[in-house]
């Protein structure tokens, strides 16, 4: 069965620069949502898109965007990064129309800021 | 507001033992349940869902949780534990799908299966 894929997995910049994480998921799921987990953390909510549109939005600093798709595949932008945002990123993906909101996560990226 | 709280922080056991990892949680609206596991360097994978219905809920690798209203809790269990099952297992709560859906984990019960 389809997974959810993330690109890169593994990623290195140096502070202030930008990164791009990018998402596809699951095939007919309309909902994305991002999370990020620290070293030794549990994952924290960022960003959700319904239908592509914002749905919900959690402890996402201002240097950060994401949108989503007209294909519904998401891209979380990171600019001016720094130390602290090293972590593992990770993007679910839910069915359309899940009152459950069962949620089926990707591998993650996992960033490194140098 | 919702949250998950995982008593343990650390469990070691032994090999075939059986295992509980503790998860209770606070929530003013009916609740969807999940219990995570992350296997070193990985990803999260569902072990299994609590959403209506019976309160025991069986998932993959053997293991299966009881939901308790009364005392807010959603353990995990497994009778007899792998080396395999060695992991970090994260229990989560769902908020409502209509007011945004994201998960709530709890800060993680890292497993440590010894031979």
């Known amino acids: 069965a389809a997974g959810v894929i993330q690109s890169p997995r593994h990623l290195i910049k140096e502070k202030r620069e930008t990164a791009t994480l990018k998402c596809y998921p699951i095939?007919?799921?309309?909902?994305v949502y991002w999370y990020q987990q620290g070293p030794g953390q549990d994952p924290q909510f960022l960003i959700s898109?319904?239908?592509?549109?914002?749905?919900d939005k959690g402890s996402i600093p201002d240097r950060f965007s994401a949108q989503q798709f007209s294909d519904y595949h998401s891209e979380l932008n990171m600019s001016s990064l720094e130390l602290g945002d090293s972590a593992l990123y990770f993007c679910?993906?839910?069915?359309?129309?899940?009152?459950?909101?069962?949620?089926?996560f990707g591998p993650g990226t996992r960033l490194t800021v140098l | 507001a919702q949250s998950v709280t995982q008593l343990d922080s650390q469990v070691p056991v032994f090999e075939e033992a059986p295992v509980e990892l503790r998860c209770n949680y606070s929530?003013?609206?009916?609740?969807?349940l999940f219990w995570y596991v992350q296997y070193p360097n990985q990803g999260l994978q569902l072990l299994l869902k609590?959403?209506?219905?019976?309160?025991l809920v069986k998932g993959i690798n053997g293991f299966e949780a009881e939901f308790n209203k009364s005392q807010t809790s959603f353990h995990l269990r497994k009778p007899s534990v792998h080396i395999s099952d060695t992991a970090e297992y994260f229990c989560?709560?769902?908020?409502?799908?209509?007011?945004?859906?994201?998960?709530?984990f709890g800060q993680g019960t890292e497993l440590s299966v010894k031979p």
């Open positions: 679910a993906s839910s069915p359309i129309a899940s009152p459950y909101n069962e949620q089926f």
């Open positions: 095939p007919r799921h309309d909902t």
């Open positions: 898109f319904y239908e592509k549109m914002q749905s």
């Open positions: 929530s003013s609206v009916s609740v969807y």
């Open positions: 609590y959403l209506s219905g019976s309160t």
């Open positions: 989560a709560v769902s908020e409502p799908y209509n007011q945004g859906g994201k998960l709530i």
